[in-house]
């Protein structure tokens, strides 16, 4: 294609001169731009890889929280059948409890029996020996019958 003006071809073509220009600043532009899309081409894959971490973690933290709720369920649902069940237990307590308090009256009073037995025996003992004296005493005297 020549360089030359179609209307006037003495003189050199200014739109061709022109359009040389533009396609060497549009090449320059596009390995420009090559390169500014390779970056970002980079970019972009770095953030889908971390967004993949992120989304792992994302899902990590959903089935934790998930067994956390169901945790928390389970715990509600004792914690329910402890409270139905609380009031019978605490009546078996204080029955206890007033059978213990009857049992340990009954046990006092077996621990005290023999002791008063052996109070009464010692009673009796010292009143025959007593007696046994008295009546020594009295047989020396001349008074016994």
Request: with cysteine; charged share 30%.
């Amino acid at each position: 294609m020549p360089d030359k003006c179609l209307i006037d071809p003495e003189r050199d073509c200014l739109g061709i001169q022109k359009a040389n220009q533009v396609e060497v600043a549009l090449n320059e532009l596009r390995r420009q731009n090559a390169g500014t899309h390779e970056r970002f081409g980079e970019r972009i894959g770095r953030l889908e890889s971390h967004n993949e971490v992120q989304d792992v973690r994302f899902e990590n933290s959903l089935e934790k929280l998930s067994a956390i709720a169901s945790d928390v369920r389970e715990l509600k649902e004792e914690t329910k059948l402890v409270n139905r069940q609380l009031p019978a237990l605490s009546n078996r307590v204080d029955t206890l409890q007033e059978s213990y308090r009857a049992t340990d009256s009954d046990v006092d009073e077996l621990k005290e029996k023999p002791a008063k037995r052996w109070d009464n025996m010692t009673s009796q003992i010292i009143g025959f020996v007593i007696a046994a004296i008295v009546g020594f005493v009295l047989a020396k005297l001349g008074l016994s019958a």
